[in-house]
């Protein structure tokens, strides 16, 4: 947890904004808009640029939603190597995506993913359900 809340303090800005989602906040299934967690400042050409603000960025947090950080390797060294050495075991690319919640509410909506994954919990509880299939009409594998 102590690398997760100085990666917030340090590591999360240059996530906002870029066209890949990396950095994403939720609450009860909708997105949180970045002005509840980042400062907002005005830049040349009307573009809007985001300073997360981590004291925000806890209180929104701390009231009910949901973190997610994609990529997570390419931030975070030790990440990284887990990441590599995972790959070299099963013979692919192996991306880290982290969420982060501190109330047992879901993050988001039940939906279907188009590759394999793994779930690794590191803290707390949470009920995952995995099916074949969510939705009626989609194949169980792409």
Known sequence: ???????IATGCNPLIGHMRPYLRVVKEQQPVREKAYCHLSKRGGG???????????????????????????????????????????????VQVNLYYSTHPVPGFDPHFDTHDLSVLQLAGAKRWRMGRQIYPGRPARW
């Open 47 to 93: 573009r809007v640029a985001a300073q997360l603000d981590p004291e925000r960025l806890c209180a929104v947090l701390d009231a009910g939603a949901t973190l997610n950080i994609n990529f997570l390797e390419e931030l975070h060294p030790a990440v990284r190597r887990f990441a590599d050495a995972t790959a070299r075991q099963v013979g692919c690319r």
């Open 1 to 7: 947890m102590d690398d997760l809340h100085a990666l």
